[in-house]
């Protein structure tokens, strides 16, 4: 599956921001969706993951009550709407699609990803 990430931007802190991921190739709603971010020199995180059907959905604690994970299978889409920004939210944010479902916090547990979208959090 192809992913492309998108919406990412300069935003001041306390504002937001939404994200959103679209898919291609093989039959989305057969995958469960994850968001993470990175920032240099540092590894990949975990910010939200969101079951194939959105009956679940599962959050970093850094993100709890800020951002939302959302996806709409006819679309073949997936969002983050990231509420309340804070400057340490700044990264490049990356989505990505696990085919099995099981652990979902890291980055070994996907199978696919796009490319980042650039999240800068600033005054």
């Known amino acids: 599956v192809q992913l492309q990430a998108s919406g990412g931007g300069l935003v001041q802190p306390g504002g937001s921001l939404r994200l959103s991921c679209a898919a291609s190739?093989?039959?989305?709603?057969?995958?469960?969706m994850g968001w993470f971010r990175q920032n240099p020199g540092k590894e990949r995180e975990f910010v939200a993951q969101?079951?194939?059907?959105?009956?679940?959905?599962n959050y970093a604690d850094s993100v709890k009550g800020r951002f939302t994970i959302s996806r709409d299978n006819a679309k073949n889409t997936v969002y983050l709407q990231m509420n309340s920004l804070k400057v340490e939210d700044t990264a490049v944010y990356y989505c990505?699609?696990?085919?099995?479902?099981?652990?979902?916090?890291?980055?070994?547990?996907?199978?696919?990803w796009g490319q980042g979208t650039l999240v800068t959090v600033s005054s």
């Open positions: 990505a699609a696990q085919f099995r479902s099981g652990p979902y916090m890291t980055s070994r547990d996907y199978d696919y």
């Open positions: 190739g093989r039959t989305f709603s057969n995958y469960n």
């Open positions: 969101i079951s194939w059907s959105g009956g679940s959905t």
